[in-house]
């Protein structure tokens, strides 16, 4: 079989998958990106997270991350909720991605299937899967491979699904046809997000200060929040949703239809006096597959404390 049937072959599975769009690009060096996220180093705009100036040639090169690469396939999982009211209107607020189970697991699971899936139609195919997991530049290769542009606050915006979306990718070494990239940027003079954001993160456009970040507070930061933000938090406890909250092309976002991802509601139900007294074994239980997991109980309490503060 040729690419083009490869392709489409790839693009069909990805939808029996539930995800809702799929891109091809060829994999390689990304040229443009490269000195961004240089430059963005460089200035420290990545605050306490280290991990990010880490493996920097194999950001910016998937072939030298994944010896043998020829495509990188990026997917978009939607994760809107059906009912996007009913949570967040009190005194803590959650981000929506981590209303249900953690998305790693959720769509890392949808994608060694889809490998497997490849295996057996296509015949052996090497490569990896990766949600959120690794040294890769996903809005970058979104972008390249033409599922949307990226918008002033960073995130990657689909004219057709907003941006409340998970990105993941399979680097494998089947040649494929790459899509039209890139993507008209329709932002245009909008500065909604920029205008939104409490902590003014959102240096210029496509430019986030991460040291300045409500969800770099809350989940990255492992010291205490600086008082001098604590109150513009605008009590969010586990990142933040403000600046895709405001944005004009998230009127597109539709209710996503995995299961996984239902509200935990014992959580989201939580006032901030039940966080500060919740005990560990119960947090433990209750947040199990939670993404909360991952700022630990400790971190909810102090998030908790400085948004009242």
């Not at 280290?50 to 010896?67: C, E, G, H, K, W």
């Not at 979306?165 to 245009?188: H, N, R, S």
């Amino acid at each position: 079989m040729n690419a083009e049937k490869h392709t489409a072959i790839v693009k069909q599975i990805a939808q029996e998958l539930g995800f809702s769009f799929c891109g091809v690009s060829i994999a390689g060096f990304l040229e443009h990106e490269a000195p961004r996220l240089e430059t963005w180093l460089t200035q420290n705009l990545n605050g306490e997270m280290s991990y990010m100036a880490n493996y920097f040639d194999m950001r910016v090169d998937p072939t030298i991350l994944v010896p043998g690469a020829k495509s990188v396939v990026s997917l978009l999982y939607n994760y809107y909720p059906k009912d996007k009211n009913i949570y967040n209107t009190g005194e803590v607020k959650i981000a929506k991605y981590a209303w249900g189970e953690d998305y790693h697991k959720v769509v890392k699971s949808k994608l060694k299937t889809m490998l497997k899936m490849l295996k057996e139609q296509i015949g052996d195919i090497e490569g990896r899967a990766f949600v959120d997991s690794a040294p890769i530049l996903e809005r970058a290769w979104a972008t390249k491979s033409g599922l949307g542009w990226i918008g002033k606050n960073s995130m990657l915006i689909n004219k057709n699904l907003g941006s409340y979306f998970f990105i993941a990718e399979l680097i494998i070494d089947l040649e494929l046809v790459p899509d039209k990239a890139p993507v008209k940027d329709y932002c245009g003079t909008c500065t909604a997000c920029i205008d939104a954001c409490p902590t003014d993160a959102i240096v210029s456009p496509q430019i986030v200060d991460g040291s300045k970040c409500i969800s770099y507070f809350t989940i990255e930061l492992k010291d205490e929040i600086p008082k001098e933000y604590r109150s513009k938090m605008d009590n969010w406890v586990f990142g933040c949703d403000i600046c895709q909250d405001v944005c004009p092309w998230n009127k597109f976002s539709k209710p996503n239809n995995e299961p996984r991802f239902e509200p935990n509601k014992e959580l989201l139900n939580m006032n901030a006096k039940e966080w500060l007294e919740i005990t560990d074994e119960v947090f433990e239980i209750m947040a199990k597959k939670s993404p909360m997991m991952r700022a630990k109980l400790k971190g909810m309490k102090r998030n908790v404390r400085n948004t009242k503060e």
